[in-house]
């Protein structure tokens, strides 16, 4: 009797442990979070080093952030499963998709659209100008800033010679030093990096509006721990020291200081959708 | 410079050095300033060629091993990958799979050179791993990541550095080398130069001798510069040299103990030793007066101009001297100079003239002392300073100028002693100084008045507080004036008037009192007299104006009963003789009436008496009132009455109306009676107008005899008519102008003559009136008016002339013709047809009714006007006759604006609101029933003063209690209950004014309500009037009684008891219906509670004449009651309101007819309230 007794009660403590082990190791598991590098290393990093640690303090989810030295980057850390939380909009295409990542939040912003400009000075007036000429990118995985713009050029014929800045910032840098005639990109970061650097342009092109990036989460993530995260993006407007800590990060950016988290379902992005579907092959 | 400062103490001392250092903290930071910017560069250029680098790398790899990736052959990709690897900067490259797998190639070689580990880690912090997505065809195969070696990057960067640094070191020592040699020889001529100092200051050696050759400019010029100076110095030295020789003063230099080391040529003068003997000498024992022990050194101080007493071979030496202290190196004292002259004489010289000072100080203060004596002491500060001479010339202008004013004194006091009795006393009253006259006329010899009292002479007239003010007035430094009657030794009184004037002391206090008398003793025997006689003739004045008013009285009242017995006479049944009879002794009686208020009045004037009422009233009809009197006489004498009244002239007026009555009367009968033929016209104009004053002429201008100009000025006077035949002539008193100018002045106004004898007299007044927004309101003229046609027609230019204007003014169109034949040729033959036709009644050849039937024929068929005429009061036209003459009104002249005004709006049909006045006119209404009927106390002593009230209390309907005496009318009311109390001023037993104050303290005692109580008495004085007030009657009448002002005060009583004029207003459908339910909820209450009390504020504040705050009091019960909807109780306190504005307290029946109605609405309310319970 007091064996058998004995046999129950040390089953139970083994069923137990075994459901309580993955929720300790839920909770031990570090997750790393990879924005798509707009503004350069340093003024990203600034960007979004408050909002990773105010979320991982709210949702109780570790959270490192992973910034890559390109656009580029972030989709080589997904396409090597060496991050779990992305901010992009590179994971649209068809076969991206099928890797499982879903969309649970975007950023409220005004409607983005990818641009093709010249400096406000500038004698070119029409983008059959450019051809032959350089015009910079951000990366070749930038796709409002630079597959937009270049599948754009094709449409047209105009053959460019296309120059990488990195990110946004380095491409318009070439754009203001002279080094390239024209710059593709995010109407949004354009307009932050005038208002920050005090520059002016002309908008030579522009496309249809499209939602600012979206807030991702890796298939092999834990729908609490995702819904956690999500749930600390889109709460932080609504308590004040994250709203404190989103005006002060969008004020670095250049970016209007209501600019919140809100929850998407990624039904919004059937823009980027249908650009895959129709893109040059070598764009897609 | 704060933080500087410390630094300057690491700075070498040798110029030598200081440049040499500078030299070499300028190379030392240049060599590291290059050395860093240089590490800089090559840093970013480092990092900036390996990212690019990689870039390219990783795109060629990435392209060569997208075939191998596609079709899975990892050997080859790992091959490719050792190639790229092979002489890059890369540790390692990697191709990482979707799935996770990788190929992984690392470099492993030994580095030649180890950087150190700051500049490894500061170069792996810049460089990132490089990632590259291998996607053919859009489709993700797998990614491509090269990681960075940051050993041989930064072991590349640190040869570098390392062979830099070692460079710049080579070179910053082999600079500071060069440059120390030269440095040390070029400025070391300036140390060289230390060594020949004591040459050099001994001016023996040219300092140019000790520059190298190859010395700088600079320096080369500083050394010039240095000879220069020592040069200089040395030629200095030798002139002060000889300045010390030539000098007169002694000059000595001593040693910081005082012993001599120099001593000029005059110094051994002074001090009678050659120098070699004064050398070594201690300056103390050269001048033992300057004070200090030997041993001692002498004070630090130095001093200027000290005098030295030296008593040398028993010879006195006087020295002025002088210490200034020497300092050497380092401040520190070297010596002294002492410089001493020899001022031996002039110190003699100095000591006698301060003696022969001293002598002319002291007579100089001396004759100060006179002159502060004799000036007061704000001038003796401007006298003369210390001028002797200016002092003595002071004194003796004085002297002079005092000799003078006494002189001119003593002439002064032998003058005023001629006129007037001088007397001095101390300040204790002692007599110390009397001249003759005072000694006259007191009796006492000077010697027996000095030193006595000064009471001695007081009269005993005067009560002690007569001499105590005189007292406290001269004792307090002021001068007293005033009549005091002293006693003379003998007992006779002498009346003086004297002025006591006191003279101060030293002290402040006075010291002297001197008193200047005049004798007025005749004097004040004359005014004793006058005072006599003057109140003999008051008492004698005052005796006739008692006569004058009791004769009035006593005259009045009998007159009282001979004229209301014959009107009720004349009211019955009469014979026409009878009647004719009777209408004489009325018309005499009130003749003799109008003589004796003449006389009355003369006598009130002659008293001071003569007073105006202000109470509000209707000019216009008191005019036309008073002119409908006098039309009779005018007719009767067949003169033209006619009346014409501005416009502009307000109706409602306040003043006196039955002054202004008066004075008409007065001025109109003077003219109806000094004129035979023709009319008299009284005109009224509005000469100015204020807010609430109006100032008025009024004119009346007769046809008749004249008055010349010699007597235009006399005829105002008492008892004077233009002469004694007019007396004979036409008779009167010869006292009406009088009293009309004396009535006039009153109202505020004048009054004056323009006349021509034999063409007629035109008498001109004006009067103040006071107005309001009352009086303001005049006739509205309708509209339907406007553009009417009309035709007048009178033989009297004036009337036709007044007629029109009035027309024109209303905006009809008038037509005057003179003639009954031109009236008819107009009417007929008018291209547009007169509306109304105003014909005079009288006119020669065909009056005005035979005209009126002549436009009754048929050829005035469609152009026959309307017909007013226009009478002189004459009998009235039967109906039947008027309207077959087709006489639409008929009115009696003189005609008033209003009253015409009424009767074309009658003619006209047009709005009868300006008919009105025409209602209001209406004759005989004191000969009226009453509407409702009163139960009156009736307390007369006088037998046919009762049987004339009872008679025309009963023929008004009243019920009548009798009571012969105060006494019993006391009685009376406490028996029985009545409306209104008749009371008699003055009665036996018991006077009208005990009576009434008896009636009122028990009704105050007794709470119950107050009776009206209005007095009758023929005590004319104004002064009755306000005793019967004051005693606490409501109102007043004076006999004989006027039957229409006793009619008038007993209806409206009447109307207040019985509310017939208002109760026709339903409070309690006005609550109903009108009244906002939520704002009668909330006030009713409230009002039941508050309005007792308002009206007792009212009665009280009447009873004070307050008219303001009766005016507040009865605005606000005005706003409430308007608030209940409740208009005639509202409209009442209305009333109140505006005559309290003007001033009128008199209101007690408007106060009793309010109360009656507020009685009615708080009933109502309470009701109301208790119904819906819609009070809180």
């Not at chain 2, 200034?324 to 001022?343: E, K, M, S």
């Not at chain 2, 005559?1139 to 309010?1154: H, I, M």
């Amino acid at each position: 009797m007091y064996l058998r007794w004995s046999r129950f009660a040390l089953a139970t403590l083994c069923v137990l442990a075994a459901m309580e082990a993955p929720a300790a190791s839920a909770a031990d598991t570090v997750y790393h979070f990879s924005p798509v590098n707009q503004y350069g290393i340093n003024l990203t990093a600034a960007y979004w080093n408050p909002i990773i640690n105010y979320v991982a303090e709210k949702s109780g989810v570790k959270l490192v952030l992973k910034i890559g030295r390109t656009s580029a980057d972030t989709t080589s850390y997904v396409l090597a499963n060496e991050v779990e939380f992305v901010f992009s909009n590179h994971l649209f295409s068809p076969e991206r998709e099928q890797m499982g990542w879903k969309v649970f939040g975007r950023r409220d912003t005004p409607p983005a659209h990818g641009q093709i400009i010249v400096p406000d000075d500038s004698p070119v007036q029409k983008l059959q100008e450019l051809k032959g000429q350089e015009v910079a990118f951000a990366g070749p995985e930038a796709l409002i800033a630079y597959k937009f713009p270049y599948a754009h050029l094709l449409s047209l014929g105009i053959d460019v010679k296309v120059v990488f800045g990195g990110n946004q910032d380095g491409a318009l840098a070439q754009l203001y030093s002279g080094k390239v005639k024209a710059a593709g990109g995010n109407s949004q970061l354009l307009e932050g990096y005038a208002r920050r650097e005090s520059r002016k342009y002309r908008v030579l092109w522009s496309s249809e509006p499209v939602y600012d990036l979206a807030l991702m989460a890796s298939a092999k993530v834990p729908e609490q721990d995702r819904k956690a995260v999500a749930d600390a993006f889109v709460g932080m407007s609504k308590d004040p020291r994250g709203r404190e800590i989103l005006s002060t990060a969008s004020a670095s950016v250049g970016l209007p200081l209501s600019t919140a988290f809100i929850p998407s379902t990624g039904t919004e992005y059937g823009a980027y959708r249908r650009f895959y579907q129709n893109a040059p092959t070598n764009l897609r | 410079m704060g933080v500087a400062r410390p630094l300057l103490g690491l700075l070498p001392k040798s110029l030598v050095a200081r440049v040499y250092a500078l030299y070499s903290a300028t190379l030392l930071t240049f060599v590291g300033v290059g050395l860093a910017l240089f590490y800089h560069y090559q840093f970013i250029q480092a990092i900036e060629d390996a990212q690019v680098a990689a870039g390219t790398l990783s795109e060629v790899v990435a392209q060569t091993v997208s075939d191998s990736v596609v079709i899975g052959d990892y050997d080859t990709v790992k091959r490719t990958l050792d190639k790229a690897m092979f002489g890059s900067r890369f540790e390692s490259a990697a191709y990482i799979d979707l799935r996770g797998g990788s190929v992984r190639v690392e470099r492993d070689l030994p580095l030649a050179v180890v950087p150190p580990a700051w500049l490894t880690e500061r170069i792996a912090a810049r460089l990132y791993e490089v990632n590259r997505n291998i996607s053919v065809g859009g489709r993700d195969y797998g990614i491509l990541r090269l990681t960075f070696d940051a050993d041989v990057v930064a072991a590349d960067l640190w040869v570098l550095l390392r062979a830099s640094l070692l460079g710049a070191l080579a070179s910053l020592i082999g600079g500071l080398v060069l440059i120390r040699i030269p440095l040390a020889r070029w400025l070391g001529n300036l140390d060289r130069l230390r060594q020949y100092e004591s040459e050099i200051e001994a001016g023996t050696m040219d300092v140019r001798q000790v520059l190298a050759d190859d010395a700088p400019i600079e320096i080369r010029r500083t050394f010039e510069l240095f000879n220069r100076a020592a040069t200089s110095l040395q030629q200095e030295r030798e002139q002060a040299a000889v300045t010390l020789a030539a000098i007169a003063d002694g000059v000595l230099t001593t040693d910081c103990e005082g012993s001599v080391v120099y001593a000029n040529p005059a110094a051994t003068r002074i001090f009678g030793e050659p120098e070699e003997s004064l050398r070594g000498r201690n300056v103390r024992d050269l001048l033992p007066a300057m004070g200090g022990s030997d041993g001692e050194a002498l004070p630090l101080a130095e001093w200027t101009a000290l005098r030295v007493d030296v008593h040398a071979d028993s010879k006195r030496m006087v020295l002025d001297t002088s210490l200034a202290p020497i300092f050497g190196r380092d401040t520190r004292l070297a010596g002294f100079v002492l410089a001493c002259r020899d001022v031996t004489k002039s110190f003699q010289l100095e000591e006698q003239l301060r003696v022969q000072l001293n002598a002319r100080e002291t007579a100089l203060n001396a004759l100060r002392d006179v002159l502060r004596g004799m000036l007061p002491a704000d001038q003796f500060a401007d006298t003369g300073g210390d001028d002797i001479e200016a002092v003595s010339r002071l004194i003796g202008t004085l002297v002079r100028e005092r000799e003078a004013s006494r002189r001119a004194l003593d002439n002064q006091q032998f003058a005023l002693d001629q006129h007037a009795i001088v007397s001095v006393t101390d300040r204790n009253g002692r007599i110390i100084y009397a001249n003759d006259r005072f000694s006259d006329i007191s009796g006492y010899s000077r010697e027996e008045l000095l030193g006595r009292d000064h009471r001695v002479l007081k009269s005993g007239l005067h009560p002690p507080e007569f001499y105590e003010n005189m007292w406290q007035a001269i004792s307090h430094g002021e001068v007293w004036r005033g009549e005091i009657c002293n006693r003379s030794k003998g007992g006779s009184l002498h009346w003086m008037r004297a002025t006591i004037v006191p003279f101060q002391g030293a002290d402040g206090r006075p010291e002297q009192y001197i008193a200047i008398r005049t004798d007025i003793t005749e004097r004040k025997k004359t005014e004793d007299a006058l005072q006599k006689a003057k109140e003999a003739a008051e008492l004698a004045n005052r005796a006739k104006s008692d006569f004058l008013a009791n004769m009035s009285h006593e005259i009045r009242t009998p007159m009282n009963a001979v004229i209301g017995m014959t009107e009720l006479v004349l009211d019955t049944e009469l014979s026409s003789e009878q009647r004719e009879h009777l209408n004489i002794v009325k018309s005499s009686a009130e003749s003799l009436l109008t003589v004796i208020n003449d006389i009355l009045d003369f006598s009130r004037i002659e008293a001071g008496k003569l007073s105006v009422e202000c109470v509000d009233f209707d000019f216009g009809r008191t005019l036309s009132d008073t002119l409908r009197g006098l039309a009779i006489d005018a007719r009767s004498k067949n003169l033209e009455l006619l009346s014409d009244i501005e416009s502009r002239m307000p109706r409602r007026v306040r003043g006196d109306p039955t002054r202004l009555r008066q004075i008409l009367v007065n001025l109109v009968g003077n003219a109806l009676k000094f004129t035979e033929r023709g009319e008299v016209v009284v005109r009224v104009r509005l000469l100015e107008r204020g807010a609430n004053q109006a100032l008025v002429q009024l004119s009346v201008a007769d046809t008749g005899i004249g008055i010349p100009r010699a007597k235009q000025e006399q005829i105002f006077d008492a008892f004077t008519q233009a002469d004694t035949s007019t007396t004979r002539k036409y008779g009167g008193t010869g006292l009406g102008l009088t009293i009309t100018r004396k009535l006039v002045q009153l109202m505020g106004g004048r009054i004056w003559l323009e006349s021509e004898p034999g063409k007629g007299s035109t008498f001109h007044f004006t009067v103040r009136l006071g107005t309001d927004a009352v009086g303001a309101v005049v006739s509205v003229v309708p509209a339907q008016l406007a553009g009417k046609r009309v035709l007048v027609v009178d033989d009297n230019a004036a009337n036709r002339e007044i007629l029109c204007a009035r027309l024109d003014e209303w905006g009809l169109q008038s037509t005057a013709v003179a003639a009954p034949e031109a009236a008819l040729e107009a009417a007929q033959s008018s291209p547009d047809r007169y509306e109304c036709a105003l014909l005079d009644a009288v006119m020669p050849g065909m009056d005005g009714y035979v005209l009126a039937e002549r436009m009754q024929a048929p050829e005035f068929d469609g152009r026959r006007p309307r017909i007013i005429v226009l009478s002189s009061a004459g009998p009235a036209l039967d109906a039947e006759r008027a309207a077959a003459s087709g006489i639409a009104e008929s009115l009696n002249k003189p005609i008033a604006a209003d009253e015409l005004l009424a009767a074309l709006c009658r003619v006209f049909e047009a709005d009868p609101m300006a008919a009105v006045a025409q209602g209001a006119a209406a004759p005989g209404r004191a000969a009226q029933k009453s509407d409702n009927t009163l139960d009156v106390l009736l307390v007369e002593d006088h037998p046919i003063n009762q049987k004339l009230a009872q008679s025309l209390l009963e023929k008004w309907g009243h019920r009548t209690t009798l009571a012969n005496n105060g006494r019993e009318g006391l009685e009376a009311w406490r028996t029985g209950r009545f409306d209104v109390v008749l009371m008699d001023m003055q009665m036996p037993v018991m006077s009208g004014i005990e009576a009434t104050q008896a009636i009122r303290q028990i009704e105050a005692a007794s709470g119950q309500g107050r009776v009206p109580i209005i007095a009758m008495t023929a005590n004319a004085m104004e002064s009755d009037r306000g005793a019967c007030l004051a005693a606490g009657m409501d109102d007043y009448l004076s006999k004989p009684i006027n039957a229409a002002e006793l009619k008038l005060r007993l209806d409206r009583l009447g109307a207040a008891k019985s509310g017939i004029t208002l109760s026709n207003f339903d409070y309690a459908q006005a609550l109903e219906n009108d009244v906002d339910q939520e704002i009668l909820e909330l006030i009713a209450d409230a009002f039941l509670d508050a309005y007792p009390a308002d009206l007792k504020q009212l009665r009280e504040a009447m009873a004070a004449g307050n008219s303001e705050t009766v005016m507040r009091t009865a605005h606000t019960l005005k706003g409430i009651l308007a608030q209940f909807e409740a208009r005639p109780a509202a409209a009442l306190a209305r009333d109140i309101e505006v005559r309290a504005r003007s001033g009128t307290v008199d209101l007690a029946l408007e106060v009793d007819q309010l109360e009656c109605e507020i009685e009615r609405l708080a009933s109502c309310l309470q009701k109301y309230c208790k119904a819906g319970a819609h009070c809180a």
